[in-house]
């Protein structure tokens, strides 16, 4: 996560310098995140029979030949298959393989109501890197700078590091214990039934769950951080380290906000905990666009990150819940894919909004999508509750 918040300080920024047009900019995030949902369905239908940890490592590879492609040369062509390849997040969210693996392994470690609590601590210690990556990224961009680094170079620098840090995950990933691999009842089953994705009982449940979050994701995917990011250096001509300090405080907000989102959830469920803090938080993100000046756009901002994050942990522990534990895994990467696949339309479109000169566009329309979304999601499962709320 802290790779990810780095990489999303500079991304849009880096391919904008060597040339790239903001349509090329879209088209080449949407890649990206098309290149993950392909290595998500590669990796997560072999998961639980060749290894948890082994598929994790290989994921970390690929973070690290994206990176140095990336990071050595403006070859579209090559950029493209690493963004395609790669496990780049655009984003500075959790992408490829890495969440769902983690999803499906997470609920062995504890309670049916413990669970939404280790959801929070996780998705809190992943927003507290993402903010330290951009904190870091946008102090070293603004300081080589200083230095008469071109710019260019200072941003190919914090790719490298990104491509450096996917070897420290993957020595990580190395050291987790046999605990984090699914049951050998659980292998046999995800063997027996992969050519359903891993899904019988909970099928149902699971494919109308994705079809909510695909539009969540497609509406989240028009605003993502990098794009964010180069929005706010076009409408304030603000510097990376500006905009490190900008997303360090935004994902500080966001990991207290999936902590607290554990504690309201224990008392309003998990359904009203996702909906009810959504809403509002996507209200403040239809304002950002409209205001007049650079502090007012950034206290909207961070506003908005203090809560919109709390709907997070719960639907990640909801979804778990629902579903059998043998079919954990399908579900978590059935949903991250579907998730992922939706949101990969979205930066292309944003690209060619902003090429329009509607800078604020991605702001309404996601939105607005996002409310549509809550009030569906509330009315389909208010009725199915997890175990706990039984």
């Known amino acids: 996560m802290a790779a990810y918040g780095s990489l999303s300080v500079v991304l849009v920024i880096y391919l904008a310098e060597i040339g790239f047009t903001e349509p090329q900019i879209g088209l080449l995030l949407s890649l990206t995140l098309l290149g993950d949902v392909a290595i998500s369905i590669l990796i997560t239908s072999v998961t639980d029979r060749i290894g948890r940890r082994p598929m994790l490592m290989l994921g970390a590879g690929l973070m690290v030949v994206a990176g140095i492609i990336f990071a050595l040369t403006r070859n579209p062509v090559l ?18 393989p890495f969440l769902a693996i983690e999803q499906a392994t ?5 309670t049916e109501r413990q669970r939404t609590q280790v ?12 903010a330290s990556g951009a904190l870091v990224a946008g102090l070293v961009v603004t300081t080589l700078q200083r230095a008469h680094v071109a710019p260019l170079i200072s941003y190919r620098i914090i790719i490298l590091i990104y491509g450096l840090l996917g070897v420290v995950l993957a020595i990580l990933f190395h050291q987790l214990s046999p605990m984090a691999e699914a049951s050998v009842q659980v292998a046999r089953t995800t063997e027996a039934t992969q050519v359903r994705f891993g899904l019988h009982r909970s099928r149902g449940v699971v494919l109308k769950l994705s079809a909510l979050f695909a539009l969540d994701a497609f509406a989240g995917g028009l605003v993502v951080q990098s794009l964010i990011a180069y929005w706010f250096v076009v409408r304030f001509g603000i510097d990376a380290g500006v905009l490190g300090a900008i997303f360090f ?25 996702m909906v009810w803090t959504h809403i509002p938080s996507n209200i403040l993100l239809i304002l950002v666009p409209l205001m007049p000046t650079l502090p007012l756009a950034i206290a909207v901002l961070l506003a908005r990150f203090s809560i919109s994050q709390m709907d997070v942990p719960t639907r990640q522990s909801y979804t778990m819940a629902v579903v059998d534990p043998d079919e954990r895994a399908a579900a978590a990467g059935f949903t991250t894919i579907i998730r992922t696949l939706a949101s990969a339309v979205s930066p292309a479109l944003t690209g060619i909004l902003f090429g329009a000169a509607l800078l604020n566009a991605p702001f309404f329309l996601a939105g607005g999508l996002k409310i549509a979304y809550d009030l569906a999601l509330y009315r389909s499962f208010r009725t199915i509750r997890p175990p706990e709320e039984q």
Do not use: D, K, M
Request: no cysteine; net charge positive; aromatic share 10%.
């Open 119 to 130: 959801f929070a601590w996780y998705n809190l210690a992943g927003s507290f890197a993402t």
């Open 249 to 273: 405080g935004a994902n500080i907000l966001a990991g207290f906000s999936a902590l607290t989102a554990a504690r309201v959830a224990q008392r309003f469920g998990l359904i009203n905990t």
């Open 106 to 110: 997470l609920p062995q470690t504890t």
């Open 79 to 96: 950029l493209t298959l690493a963004a395609v390849i790669g496990t780049i997040s655009p984003s500075g969210a959790e992408v490829g």
